[in-house]
């Protein structure tokens, strides 16, 4: 049997240590086991190549992704389907293993439908914006990402008396915001699944200083609809309080992975090798309350993710 895989759209910590555990896992069961470069674009130009055990050594430690990743248009097209189904089957491949986000996934639905390839999809995203699972790869990196970023801010602001609005990753999900906004100590969080009043957050600010507190920290998800810039004017408009603004960026998809994302990895790239010797449908794998779960790929992406209700209440509460 032959099975390849290929890492899709942005990168996360922990990839590495998912492309190990798939690599692994396959050959430990007598599959060949192929590396596609440069995720579906690589497909699409035939980028592949066989992988041994020595492929993987010494990455389960390293952030990126060996098989590298890109996005491509082309292949979410009819045409570009077909012509990646022509490729794999070209190669003998018969099954694929993708590691990305929701958009990867997608794509990886819409392969196994018209390939016939049997796919599975795992989900490898810092956002942990699919609702199918618990937590994806490289979320719990990002947020300590956020966390260790919070603390080295909160000296600057409190040396000089600011309050600091932080942006952070997630597109339209606030997970990254509300757990490192709770791990961090943040005295605001902000996320696109809940309202927000800005007179409410001036009034704690003030509240703040009127205690004798040194500085206040603002936690903002990227995806609620006033800009970053524009929110720090407001604030410090309203309070009389110097604010800065910190936007984090891509330093959240970087770095060593956390002891939890590498496990989280290598579990699901071994339950997709199982998977694959077991001759299994194609699907998502994910993973609710500790148990690793496979889920059809129509249903998991149709889920939709929402924020828990009662987390909310204790950022709000705690912070």
Not at 115 to 126: A, E, H, N, Q, Y
Not at 154 to 165: E, H, M, Q, Y
Not at 213 to 225: N, Q, R
């Amino acid at each position: 049997m032959r099975a390849a895989i290929l890492t899709s759209g942005g990168d996360a910590p922990g990839m590495n240590a998912c492309i190990r555990a798939v690599v692994r896992g396959c050959l430990a069961k007598d599959i060949d086991i192929f590396g596609v470069r440069q995720g579906y674009e690589g497909l699409l130009e035939g980028d592949i190549f066989r992988m041994d055990v020595s492929s993987v050594a010494d990455i389960i430690h390293r952030g990126g992704t060996i098989l590298r990743t890109a996005r491509s248009e082309r292949f979410m097209t009819n045409e570009g389907l077909r012509e990646a189904s022509a490729v794999l089957e070209k190669f003998g491949i018969e099954a694929l293993v993708v590691i990305g986000g929701n958009g990867s996934l997608t794509g990886a639905m819409e392969l196994s439908e018209v390939s016939g390839v049997r796919v599975f999809g795992l989900p490898g995203t810092i956002d942990n914006d699919l609702a199918y699972t618990e937590y994806s790869i490289g979320f719990d990196t990002a947020v300590n990402t956020v966390v260790n970023a919070i603390g080295n801010i909160r000296d600057t602001s409190s040396s000089l008396g600011r309050t600091t609005v932080i942006e952070v990753m997630g597109r339209n999900c606030g997970d990254i915001a509300l757990y490192a906004g709770l791990a961090g100590g943040a005295e605001t969080v902000i996320v696109p699944e809940a309202p927000y009043d800005i007179d409410e957050i001036c009034r704690n600010i003030i509240a703040g200083v009127n205690r004798g507190k040194l500085h206040s920290i603002i936690l903002k998800a990227e995806g609620i609809g006033l800009s970053t810039q524009a929110l720090a004017e407001i604030l410090q408009l309203k309070t009389g309080c110097e604010t800065k603004t910190v936007i984090l960026g891509y330093i959240q998809r970087g770095g060593s992975p956390t002891a939890r994302d590498r496990v989280l990895a290598s579990r699901l790239g071994f339950r997709a090798a199982e998977l694959i010797e077991q001759g299994a449908e194609g699907c998502a794998v994910g993973i609710r309350g500790e148990k690793i779960i496979e889920v059809p790929f129509e249903e998991a992406l149709a889920m939709k993710k929402e924020v828990p209700l009662r987390f909310l209440e204790i950022c709000r509460t705690l912070l």
